[in-house]
Nanobody
Framework: QVRVRESGGGLVQAGGSMRLSCVAT????????MGWFRQAPGKEREGISY????????YYKDSVKGRFTTSRDNAKNTVYLQMNDLKPEDTGIYYC?????????????????????WGQGTQVTVYS
């Protein structure tokens, strides 16, 4: 059974930075692209960033482009989401996900259905 676990959420002032980490186990980690989703209060969950299985390709939603960076360390089964210049609208629960199909990267075409494995989520709260 694939296990996914996020860490690193918390409270941060607007303009600050935060890094989320995600460890996925019980899989061949370097064979799967990964995703970060976010659910803001009262809103639907949305995909904000994806990274290819080899780390060579990334996608960012326009609302986070230039402020967030996704990276991965395949030797540690870990993916990171570095968040800079945080805004109150970045508040939400952040989920790490593992893609279904090995050795492919669908870039902006991913949907939630492409990610069968999810972490429990970590809360990020940005205050002004």
């Amino acid at each position: 059974q694939v296990r996914v676990r996020e860490s690193g959420g918390g409270l941060v002032q607007a303009g600050g930075s935060m890094r989320l980490s995600c460890v996925a186990t019980e899989l061949t980690f370097d064979g799967y692209s990964m995703g970060w989703f976010r659910q803001a209060p009262g809103k639907e969950r949305e995909g904000i960033s994806y990274i290819s299985y080899d780390g060579d390709s990334t996608y960012y939603k326009d609302s986070v482009k230039g402020r967030f960076t996704t990276s991965r360390d395949n030797a540690k089964n870990t993916v990171y989401l570095q968040m800079n210049d945080l805004k109150p609208e970045d508040t939400g629960i952040y989920y790490c996900t593992v893609s279904r199909d090995p050795r492919v990267f669908w870039d902006a075409d991913y949907t939630e259905a492409d990610f069968p494995y999810w972490g429990q989520g970590t809360q990020v709260t940005v205050y002004s």
